[in-house]
């Protein structure tokens, strides 16, 4: 059961390029102040730039870097490509992609470890210091699931990209797979400035920073309010803090954002189910369910709440989708084997808990259901670190 998991967002992400179909915003000449548009923006927003964390931004040396690592090509497609070798290769930055630190341009280029992100600032930065006007891009229909402690990462994907219509190049970098690129959106510097912030707010609940968390989602929230994924972070920093109320309407100012946007809901369940208002938290599970996402915990919370309630048929569908949409997670598995336990099928039971041995023998779940197949069965003969 997630008693205390809030789900909070991040931008995830193989180095490659390829071309994609679809509309992006008009070409511009990278030498127009793109920084100057942004500082306006974020003034308009009623904050300081000076106090703002801009993680495009290059160093001297890296622009010496640039300049002695990347040579201009006779097209900006080959300057580009040019620069993504020069980035990934082992004889150049030989970036390596890890998912736990969104740093900014100045970070990944000392570190040489980036999230997609982070990245995707670090190109933008340097393909415009090449007067290549590149861009971001938001991969929709992409989000992948897992735990970090007690919460729920929901993780989304974030790129760059150059040109426009059928000519539209985009480049990727990280463990992102088979990307459509007709899921590409371009997003304006605001909203990644924006992503940046709240992905910072994420890491820093992760690491238990609550009171820090909540200044960098405020901040998030402020450069772009129709961002849902920094209200939802800011309600789970205000969850965290106990200012209930608050968090609530962060939750509902996510939702209210965007509709769709299904960690808000979890997020309002777990909030209703930490008040005693089962009924409501009820209702919101319902309607994730309805909403058909393709978050796992989601389905996993349905079917526990089923099982209690013996409703056994229930229980086994909804553990069926977790493990569709979720089968790298050994709870999801584990979940299955209980249900097959509460029917009395003991062999499904251990075919279930075989799949989730395999892949995570210490999962809670899978230990819990270990233990109650061997109490009924004896010794498995599986090999398991726990």
């Keep these: 059961m997630l008693l205390k998991a809030l789900g909070v967002s991040v931008s995830l992400c193989l180095a490659t390029g390829h071309w994609a179909s679809g509309a992006t915003g008009n070409e511009r000449s990278a030498k127009q102040d793109s920084r100057a548009r942004l500082v ?80 995707t600032h670090l190109m933008v930065g340097l393909s415009r210091e090449l007067d290549i006007q590149a861009y971001y891009v938001n991969f929709e229909l992409v989000e992948r699931f897992r735990r970090s402690g007690d919460l729920i990462v929901v993780s989304g994907h974030v ?135 393709r978050n796992p915990f989601v389905y996993l919370e349905l079917g526990d709440q089923s099982l209690a309630a013996d409703r056994l048929e229930e229980a086994g569908h909804f553990y069926k989708r977790a493990s569709e949409v979720g089968g790298d997670l050994a709870e999801t598995w584990a979940a299955r084997g209980s249900w097959a336990l509460a029917n009395g099928k003991l062999r499904k039971a251990r075919r279930w808990l075989k799949k989730a041995q395999k892949i995570a023998p210490s999962d809670p779940r899978t230990v819990d259901l270990r233990q109650r197949v061997l109490e009924l069965e004896g010794p498995l003969g599986i090999e398991s670190t726990v």
């Design 159 to 293: 790129s760059a990209g150059y040109g426009a219509g059928p000519g539209r190049y985009l480049l990727e970098f990280g463990a992102v797979a088979d990307l459509e690129g007709s899921w590409a959106r371009s997003i304006s510097d605001l909203n990644a400035l924006a992503r940046y912030y709240a992905n910072r707010a994420a890491e820093l609940l992760r690491d238990r920073q609550v009171e820090n968390a909540i200044g960098w989602a405020e901040t998030a929230t402020r450069l772009d309010p129709s961002l849902p994924e920094g209200w939802s972070n800011l309600g789970v920093a205000l969850r965290r803090s106990g200012r209930l109320e608050q968090a609530e309407q962060a939750y509902l100012k996510a939702t209210e954002v965007d509709p769709s946007y299904h960690v808000a809901y979890h997020n309002l369940f777990a909030l209703m189910r930490l008040r005693g208002e089962n009924e409501a938290a009820q209702e919101i599970l319902s309607l994730l369910d309805r909403m058909e996402n």
């Design 40 to 119: 306006a923006e974020v003034e308009a927003r009623g904050l300081n730039p000076a106090e703002i964390i801009f993680p495009d931004s290059l160093t001297g040396d890296m622009k010496q870097w640039l300049r002695d690592n990347v040579e201009t090509g006779p097209s900006p497609k080959e300057t580009i490509e040019r620069l993504l070798r020069a980035m990934t290769e082992t004889d150049g930055l030989g970036l390596v992609y890890e998912p736990g630190h969104t740093g900014t341009a100045e970070e990944v280029f000392r570190s040489r470890k980036a999230n997609c992100l982070a990245f």
